[in-house]
């Protein structure tokens, strides 16, 4: 049981190149997150999916762009790369959207923009 | 709009002693869930402790307990027997109903030999 993983850990990007980060998760969660962690600002959620084929914006959804085709999956896009979107980014999920779930999180992504 | 305030960004404290870190939120609801979240220097985010707002007894587990005032929309963590693998990030989280997690802007804390 892997839990939440994340590829990659890590990236450089130059300035309007494009990514996508993949998060998976093998406990069979309907509620995947991405979120973003810079220096003195906590986790800011970009996007969520309450389930398969679902999407729904965060308090930064700007300049992304998610994908949830497989339940267990959810893809996180930069169609092109700024230098404010250098950022520590973590994936999420959580059996339900109840707030008594936990939510279990992946090991994180450093991705640098240059 | 949901918000988590922890008003106190760096911290530290001596081995084996006691620390309270503190944590507000805003809410409009009578039922939600609160949180608090520890990041090592290895990045992972792990679950210390949770605190259901409809229970009044202060959830605890092992040297982690809460104090958790409703009236005064405060939720602080204590630390009891501090260790040196205590050093890290805290965040204090907090959802309502189905919403996301909303995280307040963290806490580092130093535990010293």
């Known amino acids: 049981n892997a839990g939440v993983t994340q590829t990659p850990k890590f990236r450089v990007l130059k300035t309007g190149q494009s990514m996508t980060l993949l998060c998976a998760q093998d406990?069979?969660?309907?509620?995947m997150y991405w979120y973003r962690q810079d220096p003195g600002m906590g986790l800011r959620l970009i996007h969520y999916?309450?389930?398969?084929?679902?999407?729904a914006k965060g308090e930064v959804p700007d300049g992304y762009n998610v994908s949830r085709l497989k339940k267990q999956n959810f893809l996180l896009g930069l169609e092109s790369a700024a230098p404010s979107q250098t950022s520590v980014y973590f994936c999420?999920?959580?059996?339900?959207?109840?707030?008594?779930?936990?939510?279990?999180f992946g090991p994180g992504t450093r991705l640098t923009v240059t | 709009a949901q918000t988590v305030t922890q008003s106190q960004p760096e911290m530290s404290v001596q081995e084996a002693e006691t620390v309270t870190l503190s944590c507000t939120y805003d809410?409009?609801?009578?039922?939600?869930?609160l949180f608090w979240y520890k990041q090592p220097p290895s990045r992972q985010m792990i679950l210390v402790i949770r605190?259901?707002?409809?229970?009044?007894q202060n959830a605890t587990e092992n040297r982690f307990s809460v104090n958790f005032q409703k009236a005064a929309k405060s939720f602080s963590l204590k630390i009891s027997d501090s260790q040196l693998g205590d050093t890290a990030m805290y965040f204090c989280?907090?959802?309502?109903?189905?919403?996301?997690?909303?995280f307040g802007k963290g806490t580092r804390l130093s535990v010293i030999a």
């Open positions: 406990m069979n969660h309907e509620y």
């Open positions: 809410t409009s609801e009578s039922n939600y869930y």
């Open positions: 999420a999920s959580s059996y339900g959207g109840r707030s008594s779930y936990e939510q279990y």
């Open positions: 989280a907090f959802n309502e109903g189905n919403t996301p997690l909303v």
């Open positions: 605190q259901e707002a409809y229970k009044q």
């Open positions: 999916s309450v389930g398969e084929g679902t999407t």
